[in-house]
């Protein structure tokens, strides 16, 4: 994964309307990629997940998309609620470890 | 609470002193794992534990770094004569290692460290 460093990429959308928020990899290799949420104070939380062989993985209220092509993952969040603020991350899952990637912090305007 | 807890949650020390901290992961998962993470950065790997065996340290844990998981329960990360790079939250994650792992770690809330 890539480091943001200090400045997180940012993302603000209104409360109800949809968020996608995009990742870059680099491991072809990785079996798994993955979403985590990270809320103020807490640790990383597992939200959902797509194996290598598939384009496409609902769950509720999100959507993960793979294009592996371009190397490229999406998550979508439909009907944003403020419990939705949080920093976002992409990881990938192979040779036992996880590798997190660049974050997002999305933040929820009234 | 039946997640996975670390203690102490913040720690606050002077550079050349040793810390330790430790994790209780979810009983019965058999996978633990430490992870560092910086403000504004990503949770970087340092290490993981099958049951109490160590199979693999990332080149970020430095000699002054140890982690032990004598009983296959919890685990404690040993960082002596802290510098202040040592400054970091430290995170520790549980799985199960089932035959299809998907990479889904059930996280702490963390270890602040501060080095003055």
């Known amino acids: 994964g890539e480091s943001v460093g200090l400045h997180l990429p940012t993302l603000s959308v209104q409360e109800g309307d949809n968020s996608i928020i995009n990742c870059a990899y680099s491991?072809?290799?990785?079996?798994?990629f993955i979403w985590y949420k990270q809320e103020s104070g807490k640790g990383p939380q597992f939200i959902i997940d797509i194996r290598s062989n598939m384009d496409k993985r609902q769950g509720q209220r999100v959507t993960v998309l793979l294009n592996k092509t371009v190397k490229h993952l999406s998550l979508q969040i439909a009907a944003t609620q403020p419990g939705d603020s949080a920093v976002y991350f992409c990881?990938?899952?192979?040779?036992?470890?996880?590798?997190f990637g660049q974050g997002t912090r999305l933040t929820i305007n009234p | 609470d039946t997640g996975v807890s670390q203690d102490p949650r913040h720690k606050i020390t002077k550079r050349g002193q040793n810390v330790t901290f430790r994790c209780d992961p979810i009983s019965e998962h058999n996978r633990l794992y430490w992870y560092r993470q910086t403000l504004g950065q990503g949770p970087e790997f340092l290490t993981y534990?099958?049951?109490?065996?160590?199979?693999?340290k990332s080149r970020l844990l430095s000699d002054r770094f140890s982690a032990e998981r004598p009983k296959g329960s919890f685990s404690t990360l040993e960082i002596q004569r802290t510098e202040q790079g040592d400054s970091a939250m430290y995170l520790c994650a549980s799985s199960e290692a089932v035959r299809f792992n998907t990479g889904e770690l059930f996280f702490g809330e963390g270890s602040r460290l501060t080095v003055l």
């Open positions: 491991n072809s290799a990785s079996d798994y």
């Open positions: 990881a990938e899952y192979g040779a036992q470890k996880l590798v």
């Open positions: 534990f099958q049951n109490e065996a160590q199979l693999e």
